[in-house]
C-alpha cells in the first residue's frame, strides 16, 4: 500500500522566518510527486515533481525532490501571514495505483505578525 | 472553463435519510475522484472514475455509500442511511492525466444531525 508522511505536523513561526517542510513517501511505479496548499477552501496545486534534483520555483516558494531517499521538501522563505494553511503533499503511483494520488496527513503552518 | 462544480455547498440532514452529492469535472478529464475530509482523518479517497467507469472504490466506507458516473460530465455520491459520522468536507476533482494535478472543487460541507 503506498503511503505518504508528512513532517512536522504542525509549525508556528513569524513573519520573515523560512520554513521547510517535509514529505517521505513509498509507492509503487513512482510517477509523480505534488504539493498543494489549503486554506479553509479546496487544495489549491502548487508544484508537481517527477524528476530527481531539479529545484521548482515560484515567487517564494520551492520544492526539490529527492527519488533516491523518497523524499522532498518544500521550502518558504519570507514567511507571511497569507502562508498560513495546510500544506499536502501527495504521490502518483503506478500498479494498483495508477491513476490516483495518495496524500499525506498534511503540515499546519501558522505564521504569525 | 468554470472549474469543478459541486452541489450542493452545504447538507444538514438528519440521521437516516438519503443524502446525494453532485459533481461535474472539467471538460475533458478523463478521470474523477470523490474524497472525503475529516480532522481526524484528512483527506481520503472514496471512489475513482477513468472514461465514467469506476477504477477502485476500496476507500467506499461501506455498503451505504455508493457513486455513479453516467456520463463524462456528472457524477453523483449517494449516502444512504447517512449517519453522524458521515459528516465531513466531500471533494470532488478531476485530472486529465493518471498521477497528474488534481483539480478540486469548493466541496460539500454535509453535517448529518
Known amino acids: 500500500e503506498d503511503k505518504v508522511v508528512q513532517s512536522p505536523l504542525s509549525l508556528v513561526v513569524h513573519e520573515g522566518d523560512t520554513v521547510t517542510l517535509n514529505c517521505s513517501y513509498e509507492v509503487t511505479n513512482f510517477r509523480s510527486l505534488l504539493w498543494y496548499k489549503q486554506e479553509k477552501k479546496a487544495p489549491t496545486f502548487l508544484f508537481m515533481l517527477t524528476s530527481s534534483g531539479i529545484e521548482k520555483k515560484s515567487g517564494r516558494l520551492s520544492s526539490i525532490l529527492d527519488k533516491k531517499e523518497l523524499f522532498s521538501i518544500l521550502n518558504i522563505t519570507a514567511t507571511q501571514t497569507g502562508d498560513s494553511a495546510v500544506y499536502l503533499c501527495a504521490v502518483g503511483g503506478g500498479g494498483t495505483s495508477y491513476g490516483k494520488l495518495t496524500f499525506g496527513q498534511g503540515t499546519i503552518l501558522t505564521v504569525h505578525p | 472553463d468554470a472549474g469543478v462544480i459541486q452541489s450542493p455547498r452545504h447538507e444538514v440532514t438528519e440521521m437516516g435519510q438519503e443524502v446525494t452529492l453532485r459533481c461535474k469535472p472539467i471538460s475533458g478529464h478523463d478521470y474523477l475522484f470523490w474524497y472525503r475530509q475529516t480532522m481526524m482523518r484528512g483527506l481520503e479517497l472514496l471512489i475513482y472514475?477513468?472514461?465514467?467507469?469506476?477504477?477502485?472504490d476500496s476507500g467506499m466506507p461501506e455498503d451505504r455509500f455508493s457513486a455513479k458516473m453516467p456520463n463524462a460530465s456528472f457524477s453523483t455520491l449517494k449516502i444512504q442511511p447517512s449517519e453522524p459520522r458521515d459528516s465531513a468536507v466531500y471533494f470532488c476533482?478531476?485530472?486529465?492525466?493518471?498521477?497528474?494535478?488534481?483539480?478540486f472543487g469548493p466541496g460539500t460541507r454535509l453535517t448529518v444531525l
Open positions: 476533482a478531476s485530472s486529465l492525466v493518471p498521477g497528474g494535478e488534481q483539480f
Open positions: 472514475f477513468n472514461n465514467n467507469v469506476p477504477i477502485d
